[in-house]
């Protein structure tokens, strides 16, 4: 008799090697076997995601979605449902609207399992749509405007062609209300996440109304400098804790659940770029490196890198909190505004200026840093 423990882990390592290699088939979640060592692993993981990001798309966009009565929710490429789930029940706690909730996947047995998991949120109405993403596009039209489009790892499970996203994505956006947002989060590893900044930098072009809220500094106005190099990509590193039995799959599997890793975009369609009229934000993109003599870090302020750097020699009271940055945290620029940084001559690096503090500082999520933190 086959262990079942042993049978998800196969199911899982099969998973992990098809999503890495882009050769997952299809229909995989038509099998009820892999949706449930799907749902008990990566839905785990995809849960901390939808919570994380519904906390985060109401500090971004707040006064917007609170004031309605009814919210108009499109969820692509559904699943097991717990990505969803996770941002629904975050919104419920903060908004009193009633929820519409349309999941859309091509199998109905998963989509059937996700509104059963969808069915302890309260005033929450829901439907299902089951078919390709190109037939959903029939469901679109003549509908009430949808205020929160979301998608976890549609890109990751659906190949590298982009093309019938941006198709179905731009007739999305024609859609949405004033205000409303688009929400994508995918896994962190160099595949998806240039996948996402790439699909981000074409919506962009395609849609001129479309503007970053997170994670990208300043309303990202021109291509993501993160493409620039094909080795590079941009993703978060946020804290989290999950279950000893997801970290022991982990690491059967390989992969390291000591964070939760995702690379992630929310759009908003609005006439207001919400650019800052004072010293643009940069954003810490790497982790922070302390070396002999100094501590230093990669910075996108939304058009450039830069290998910004701190001496020990320079360090003050104003400005030590540089040496306890995290990845994703971000400071005020410590150039003009209309700068494109330092001039760093010979140097790889650009010098913090000793007299400028380190002031502005944000946590990844954009909420205002505890100087307390800093120790």
Excluded at 84 to 103: E, N, Q, T, W, Y
Excluded at 154 to 173: I, M, P, Y
Excluded at 341 to 370: A, I
Aim: glycine share 10%; charged share 25%.
């Amino acid at each position: 008799m086959v262990n079942p423990k042993n049978k998800k882990l196969t199911i899982l390592s099969g998973l992990s090697r098809g999503f890495t290699e882009r050769s997952v088939p299809g229909s995989y979640m038509d099998d009820p076997e892999t949706r449930e060592a799907y749902g008990e692993y990566y839905g785990a993981v995809s849960l901390k995601k939808g919570r994380a990001l519904s906390e985060e798309i109401l500090r971004r966009n707040g006064a917007d979605l609170m004031g309605q009565e009814r919210l108009s929710i499109v969820d692509l490429g559904t699943g097991t449902g717990e990505f969803i789930r996770g941002l629904v029940s975050g919104l419920r706690d903060h908004i009193p609207a009633s929820f519409d909730l349309l999941l859309v996947d091509r199998s109905k047995g998963v989509l059937e399992e996700a509104s059963r998991g969808l069915g302890q949120v309260e005033n929450l109405s829901l439907r299902l749509a089951v078919g390709t993403l190109p037939g959903f596009l029939s469901w679109i039209e003549g509908r009430t405007p949808i205020d929160l489009l979301t998608a976890g790892n549609l890109l990751a499970e659906n190949g590298a062609d982009l093309s019938g996203f941006l198709t179905l994505l731009r007739r999305v956006h024609d859609t949405l209300s004033p205000g409303g947002m688009m929400i994508f989060a995918e896994p962190a590893d160099r595949l998806s996440s240039r996948a996402l900044l790439f699909l981000g930098d074409e919506l962009r072009t395609a849609c001129p109304d479309l503007h970053i809220l997170a994670p990208c500094p300043n309303d990202r106005l021109g291509s993501c400098p993160a493409l620039r190099s094909p080795e590079d990509w941009c993703h978060e590193d946020r804290p989290a804790v999950f279950s000893e039995e997801t970290k022991k799959t982990a690491s059967v599997l390989g992969h390291i659940k000591d964070a939760l890793k995702m690379t992630y975009l929310i759009l908003s369609r609005t006439g207001d770029p919400r650019r800052l009229s004072f010293s643009p934000l940069i954003r810490l993109v790497s982790p922070l490196h302390r070396e002999k003599g100094m501590a230093w870090g990669l910075f996108c302020d939304g058009e450039r890198i830069h290998k910004l750097r701190l001496l020990n020699r320079n360090r003050t009271g104003d400005n030590r909190v540089f040496w306890h940055l995290k990845r994703g945290e971000s400071v005020l620029a410590p150039w003009a505004p209309m700068d494109a940084g330092f001039n760093k001559g010979s140097s790889p690096f650009e010098d913090w200026p000793k007299e400028v503090p380190v002031t502005g500082v944000l946590r990844p999520n954009g909420t205002p840093w505890e100087s307390s933190e800093e120790e």
